[in-house]
């Protein structure tokens, strides 16, 4: 029994572990901070705390899915491609077509569009790794240069500014760069996210996968189908922060997104999430993804050189594997 | 424990001595205080069944593996070695049954690695390699460009290969494990001749095999081993093949427990002339309720039976029935809906997932059944995997626990039962006793009998003769891929099986 305790103790302490991290940032923001008008903590202000999420909500949204991937046994490098490729086909769709629907319409059909080829995108990635069986490292790195190209070259390589007068564009930026939408959107993938993995025989097939892909095939579980799936909703929710990017910088850039797929396997792997499978989750990850973003934020306004947040980050990657490292080799030594 | 020594070669220290060597793996008891020599000049056989402690024997001598105690004198100097290297510098040379080459080198890079000679300056002048090699090359009768890669010769000229590898090492004492397993009938020749001139220069070979007629073709002396003990070593015209087949089976065959069917009803599992790659027209037709056991020794196609019966392997040719109807296995998942299980090997690398839990496990293959659109039931779940749980009698702690933290016995019970709460009609269950303890091991006899009572066909694989004749009703014996018969196991003795088995004739005692 008292191997059972520690066990589930274990588990306990490595799920907490993350947001230890997030603790300790979240106390260095408030230290750290510089103080406003009337000795208010600039740091815990209401817009400040909100802004650090916004400025996460690409990362957030594509970190849900990554995790999926991961958990798989997978990786998927071309998520910073397909933001821009998504960005940059608002743009064209918004921009550039000129159909004789309402604003409304068009703005739909662009969403639908957009999202439909994420989707294809991470639909071809899975099918490839899957069926011809490429490691995912090399056909998702092969799908990174190869989308970014096809991007530079659909676009002419020129950024496609919404203008202000257009009335499909302008409307499509005012909706998609509102703040509680994209909180709220990334609230409830990541809600679903979670259910998915934790209540669903898919997550449990997931994590089986990832695990232990041999026995998973001796249980005849449907592993090309899972794995591919994670695939098509990495591309889905890379081609989802592609429209809120657009929005949000009001352009269509195709160069935008440039190792966006290393921050976001970032903030999976601080949440605790194993680059080698079967463990990990979106509870971690969406701390992972806090994590960075307010580390990010506590070094700007301390006006800190953003080439030092870069070797901040790298620290911070390193000690949280490490610290995970630790615990999962405890139990078991 | 007879330790002959051969009268005629009395006076020269033996190439090779062991005394009262013995290791344990965990709880597993592979070598218990053995004694054994080798003669310059000999071959000498090491026969036994699978587990008997052939091989380690072999991997302590040539310094893979190494002793819980004991000692080896290599021309009556006492030796110990830490790696295998050591080993091959006082002429040591074995060849593994998983032959230790690389696909993706050259013929003379493969033999130059691992040997100080040959690898001595750090630039490898390719010339002066192929000159070093070519003459081993020859002696092994495989002469070859030593240019060419190793991946595109055939598996038997690889084993020669391997063996020009351990010559060019200048090995007086050679270990070859089952070295013919993989080879061509011509190739066995060569190799018998090529062993033949190795005698002839004194060098002194173990000869591990489970094939009795080339056994009893080229070896000088025979040693039997069985549960890591020493049986017997003698020389080949005093004994027979029967009489090693017998020391090698050894024990009293245990009580018989196993009850026939009340009256065989329906044939739940029909095979016809099954062949594929490896298997040779296979037949055979299971009962609702009986217990088949198969026996035969590595290789001999158990494996392989399995991987067609549930779609891994392509079947060539004939005809597989359930009681359903026909049956074209493709896929695992198309074997599990028409209820036909199997239960692998290797627990740890193919059936259980470590660090998910003791419930996440058992469930697993069911878990459809607990789910509504996908949202599994997780309390009809846990209920129905601690049931299945106490009917195989798996002792655990916590159903959360990682399946890691169980004992190999618990972990044993803990993949059947994740296979027998699909509820099948067949189970196929490949050597499901391997490796727990004897406690366990009783529990599962009694699962199997208690599963057949319910009417489940079953087919399982044993490497242990005793256990599977005295828990089957019938045992089928294969050997290199085809059907060698099938004894009633009232009526079999160990030794039928095991002349079956080695491909001895079939015509009784």
Known sequence: MSAAAGGALGSARRAARPFIGLVLVLILGVISSPRGAGGSIVFLSAGNLTDILLQQGEIGIIALAMTLVVIAGGIDLSVGSVLAFSASLAGLLLVRWAPHIPAGAQIAATVAAVLALGAAIGAVNGAIITRLRLQPFVMTLAAMIGVRGLTKWMTGNTNIDFGFDAAASARFSDIFSHKPLILSAWAVLAVAAHLVLARTTYGRYL?????????????????????????????????????????RSHQGNPNDGVAYELDVIAAVVIGGTALSGGQGSILGTVTGTLVLGVLTNVLRLRM?????????????II???WLQRRDRNAPSA | MIALSSPDILGSPPALACTQLAKHYGGVRALAGVDWELQPGEVHALCGENGAGKSTLARICAGITRPDSGEIRVDGIPASWSGSDEARRQGIGIILQELDLFAHLTVAENIALGNPALEESRWVSFEKLADAVAPHLRDAGIPVDPGTL????????????????????????????????ALTEDAVERLFTVIASLKARGVAIAYVSHKMSEIFRICDRISVMRDGEMVSTMRRQDTSIAEVIQQMVGRPVGAREATPPEDPKISVLGVWKLSTRKLRGVSFDLADGEILGVAGLVGSGRTELARALFGMTRVTSGRVTLADGDYRPRSVSDAMRRRLVLVPEDRRRDGLFMRMSVRENTSLAALRRYARMGWIDGAREAEEAREQ??????TYGDAGQPVDALSGGNQQKVLLSKWLLTRPKVCFLDDPTRGIDVGAKEDIYRLIAALAEEG???????SELPELLANSHRIMVLHEGALRGILDSADATQEEVMRLATGGKGDGP
């Open chain 1, 319 to 321: 000690v949280a594997v």
């Open chain 2, 456 to 462: 489940v066909g079953i087919v399982w694989v044993s």
């Open chain 1, 304 to 316: 800190v050189d953003s080439n030092v947040e870069l070797m901040a980050k790298a620290l911070i």
């Open chain 1, 207 to 247: 994590r089986a996968i990832g695990e232990n892909e041999k026995a998973a095939f001796f249980t005849g579980l449907p592993i090309r189908m899972a794995r591919t799936a994670t695939y098509v909703a990495c591309g889905a929710a890379a081609a989802l922060a592609g429209l809120i990017h657009a929005a």
């Open chain 2, 150 to 181: 190793l991946g595109e010769l055939s598996i038997s000229q690889w084993q020669l290969v391997a063996i020009a590898k351990v010559l060019s090492l200048d090995a007086r004492v050679i270990f070859m494990d089952e070295p013919t397993s």
């Open chain 2, 389 to 394: 749980l106490d009917e195989t009698h798996t």
